[in-house]
């Protein structure tokens, strides 16, 4: 039951605290890492395509090798501390893996601001949590953003990550966390990194490829335990789940759309270039304030059915490898 113990005390500490800014966060390390390992190779290696393209595959092999080996360090030598210190160690690492209740507390921000008529505070708060142009995004605007990146962090911030650390243990949830937050910071398609991301990008898309579509299905499924629309969400989901550049994002964005019965996603500007996304889900109503709260409300349902799931598989992985 190790493996489900510390699962269990590391969703309960997140669903508690949340991720507090002033303590330590082994993201944060991993982001800190991405620069300097980036830094580096922009100052040794030419800026040509097959250099660039080359000195992607260098920064994922180089940030993922050392976040599992420090990780594995870690964990190796609190084991051999003291049993207690090893799962206490291996708990906290899970618990700053999961990033569900940070999310809604996030998005919440940005409905605080909405429902006050602070449009420069909403379009800040929101900033905060997406990559997309948020200055001259108007009150709708605003809300898409903020229900969309609910919808697709529940896959990336949430279900991914118990996933792979139910079946490979908190190591495995730092190599995710490794290849997730290289996506979000160099996985962009612009000219400074067209190339040196693109390698971070398809990795984030394997990685990301089961959680997504289980994302998507799970938000169908306790759709109606909210009080929104299981049957509707089936239906975008099914219909919409490629409209979009990425081939994982759409899932729980159309699920999400689908559950909510509004219109999301849409043209959008990135570093002040506008692209021409499709839309996802029916425009039966306005988007208003009030749907980021069903958003949130779907994410927590979700990721408790999610961490469910996470349990029953940590205890079939555990039955294979005998531990962590």
């Known amino acids: 039951m190790a493996r489900v113990a510390a699962l269990l005390c590391a969703f309960a500490l997140d669903a508690l605290l949340g991720d507090p800014y002033n303590m330590p966060h082994v993201v944060r390390l991993v982001g800190t890492l991405i620069g300097a390992v980036e830094k580096f190779l922009r100052d040794y290696v030419s800026p040509t395509r097959r250099s660039q393209l080359a000195a992607g595959v260098a920064l994922v092999l180089a940030v993922v090798l050392a976040s599992v080996a420090a990780a594995t360090c870690v964990l190796w030598l609190c084991w051999r501390i003291a049993p207690w210190l090893g ?11 999961i990033a569900a209740r940070q999310l809604r507390v996030e998005a919440r921000r940005v409905y605080d601001a909405l429902v006050a008529g602070d449009l420069p505070g909403a379009r ?20 898409r953003a903020a229900v969309e990146t609910v919808a697709e962090n ?24 490794a290849v997730n937050t290289m996506d ?39 759709a109606p335990l909210v009080g929104l629309d299981g049957r509707r969400a089936w239906h975008i989901l099914a219909r919409d789940r490629h409209n979009h550049a990425s081939p994982n994002a759409a899932y729980p964005e159309a699920a999400c759309a689908g559950a909510l019965g509004v219109q999301l996603a849409g043209p959008t500007s990135y570093f002040g270039v506008m692209h021409d996304k499709p839309t996802i889900g029916d ?12 958003a949130n409300r779907l994410c927590a349902a979700t990721s408790l059915a999610a961490f469910v799931l996470a349990c029953g598989l940590a205890l079939v992985a555990q039955g294979v490898t005998g531990g962590w």
């Open 283 to 294: 425009a039966t109503r306005p988007v208003c304030p009030d749907d980021i709260v069903r």
């Open 184 to 222: 979000s910071m160099v996985g962009y398609r612009n000219e400074r990194y067209e190339y040196l991301g693109r390698c971070a990008a398809h990795v984030d898309d394997v990685c990301n490829w089961v959680p997504a579509r289980l994302t998507g299905a799970l938000m169908c499924l306790v």
């Open 154 to 177: 529940t896959s990336d911030g949430v279900v991914a990550p118990l996933l792979w650390m139910a079946l490979a243990g908190p190591v495995g949830g730092v190599l995710y966390k």
């Open 87 to 97: 799962f206490v160690a291996q708990t906290l690492l899970c618990y700053q893996l």
């Open 124 to 143: 800040q708060a929101v900033s905060m949590i997406v990559g997309r142009d948020t200055h001259n995004l108007d009150a709708a605007g605003v809300t």
